[in-house]
């Protein structure tokens, strides 16, 4: 049959709206975060993208000038939702180069505790997420449900269930209640009694595998040369983890082998989510084991007035999305100079978004944010 | 199973949830059963309390308050010398960080298991004035109301900060 | 190679490099000739830009553009460092040999007002009608911006 006589078709040739902007914007419910794009649309298939970011700026790097060294640390959990351990980290790893500190052992263990632990409820968002994208809802409330299980271990532990402040330059604030080992090393197992059901509800789903493979793909120089780090960057096959090149905490002395996979498409990046959250539970467990005794802080003086010494470094950690890094300038004083942050999402959400985006359609969209790991807060500041 | 098997019984799997106790608390006919104790964890971070005979007044809950929530005040009826002001916190800008309890010197200053703290306004006020009633309630000054359920407590002996 | 070659190779030619700590080192470039050395940095396996950020040196009335640059076969960072005037700041651009360079230099250019020639596209990224001085800027009062235009007060009266 000739289509082209059809006259629905002929008429929608001259149609001037076939091309139309699309606000896939701040408010969606395919979104994470508050960002947005618009969409050059022809049609159901994508021309062109434009960004639409800066919903979430609150200013942090200037905030942070005005404020001394250790009243910084309730403003910096704040930068990354999902995630905010190792933003602390981070920040008390650069002063603590600058002022050539060393920590106890104790207060190294228990910073990979609450790293992997932070961990786990990032990735239990990023699992649900990447089936509530597509329609399946199902997962979404059983990983909520079991995140909720580690922020009440959180809550034992610190006193705050999402912004816990438990980390200051030198060491952690207060050491482990009696019978917490214990209970977390229980929780730990439950987590990884559930994870046969999340495999046959999602990873197994033949209708997920279509969907997912040979979406966006990423090779594995590319991955290397534009910036990309984390599960994005193993995806594609490279082996390469902060945690073995420039080891911090206690990672010197957990083993452990860096996972990879071949294809760096959708389904490789969901896959790797996957086996990265078994192998977080795997070293919360062998770091509950080999725990010392000792203190848990370095004596550094009256905190509240700290003056660091003049200079600059750069400190950054893996984390459930990729690389932090921090950037901090001192200047001798009481508040530091400059302080930069540098999230993981900026070269996905912005750079691959302008070469994968164009000739994909509508229905991907939100899926491909899923799977890439793009969390607005943490390139918004 | 292992990841990659397949089975012919897999959506039959999912019946064993509906025999399980669900995950959410009917608070407040339920209560948390989470830890040793009912409620919340024994270092929750709640409504603060002070014990006004403990309370010398030095100010170092003002200074090192990261966002400026703390304010010294003269209660009504005392003379004004430095040992009787109290601090006064508002708690719209308090992000409950406690380090104001951290380096309080004569541990009179604590963090209760409280989180309900609710004010209601009459129904005859108009818009603007509404909002500065719930304003001056924000602004609390902690009695020792708090004291019998005390969560966070440490104090500037323990060297929770340096 | 390891952290001593590496800073006999950069001050062999014409840079100021010195060790901050393990693993990484600071390099201070000049503002006519650092791309021939970027190119060179990029060719010995330097192949991940992580960030350029600026900093406002205000008593020496001087802009500073960092680049950090990191190598995954000889795991060292490099924090380089490019000095120019806060008068007239115009700088090249680096696009060509890193695309990420882009997203990077509009932030740079919309907080700081710092040009980039050769960047296409420096239209803003996170703010919107944004009328006063660029914000990150030590000039800029963040306490005065507060008052007049949002019209808030500090807890307790002026300090």
Sequence with gaps: MNFDSYT???????????????FFGPNHPGMNGNFGYVLDMVGTEINNVRINAGQLHRGFEKLMERRGWV??????????????????????????????????????????????????????????????????????HWTMADRDKVLDMFEWLTGGRVY???????????????????????????????????DSLLFENPIIHKRLKGLGPVTKEEARKTGLSGPNLRASGNALDIRKDAPYAAYSELEFDIITQEEGDAFARALQMRLEYEQA?????????????????ANLGNLGMLKVNPGEAYAKVESSKGEFGYYIVSKGEKKPYRVSVRGPSLPAGFLWATKHLPKMKIDDVAVWMGTFGICAPDFDK | ????????????????????????VRYPNEELEVYSEKGV???????????????????????????NAIVMTLPEGSEDTRKQYRPKIDYGRCCFCAFCVDVCPTVSLKMSKEYDFTSAAPMKLRDGEEVKFVM????????????????????KKKKVLG | MNITELLKDLNSRGLEAEKICDGEIKVIANKDNFITHLHYLQSINYEHLANINGVDYIDENEFEVVYQIYSYTDKIHIIF???????????????????????????????????FEGNKDLSPLFLEDWMDLPPLRKDFDTERFSEIVMGSMRNGGKK
């Design chain 1, 8 to 22: 629905l078709t002929k008429i929608a040739k001259n149609d001037k709206y076939t091309t139309y902007d699309l």
């Design chain 1, 71 to 140: 009243q910084n640390l309730t403003l910096v959990p704040r930068i990354c939702v999902m995630d905010p351990d190792p933003n602390e980290v981070t920040y008390c790893m650069a002063v603590e180069k600058i002022m050539n500190v060393e920590i106890p052992e104790r207060a190294k263990y228990l910073r990979t505790i609450t790293l992997e632990m932070s961990r786990l409820t990032s990735l239990l968002i990023s699992i649900g997420g990447a089936g509530a994208s597509l329609g399946l809802y199902t997962i979404m």
């Design chain 1, 164 to 198: 816990h402040i438990y980390n200051i330059p030198g060491g952690v604030r207060r050491d482990t209640p009696k019978g917490f080992l214990e209970k977390l090393y229980e929780t730990m197992e439950y987590l990884e009694s559930r994870l046969p059901d999340y």
């Design chain 1, 281 to 297: 539970i795997d070293l919360i467990k062998q770091a509950i084991k080999k725990m010392p005794e000792g203190d848990v802080h």
């Design chain 2, 1 to 24: 199973m292992a990841l990659g098997e397949k089975s012919i019984s897999s959506p039959l799997s999912a019946i064993k949830n509906l025999f399980k106790k669900p995950v959410t």
């Design chain 2, 41 to 67: 964890s024994e270092r929750f971070r709640g409504v603060h309390s002070n014990d006004m005979a403990k309370c010398i007044g030095c100010g170092s809950c003002e200074r090192i308050c990261p966002v």
């Design chain 2, 136 to 155: 001056d309630e924000f602004n609390y000054l902690p009695t020792d109301k708090y004291d019998d359920n005390p969560g966070y407590v440490t104090g």
């Design chain 3, 81 to 115: 460092k490019v000095r120019i005037p806060r008068e007239k700041p115009v700088i090249q651009s680096i696009v060509d040999l890193w695309e990420q360079a882009q997203f990077y230099e509009r932030e740079v250019h919309e907080f700081y007002g710092i040009h």
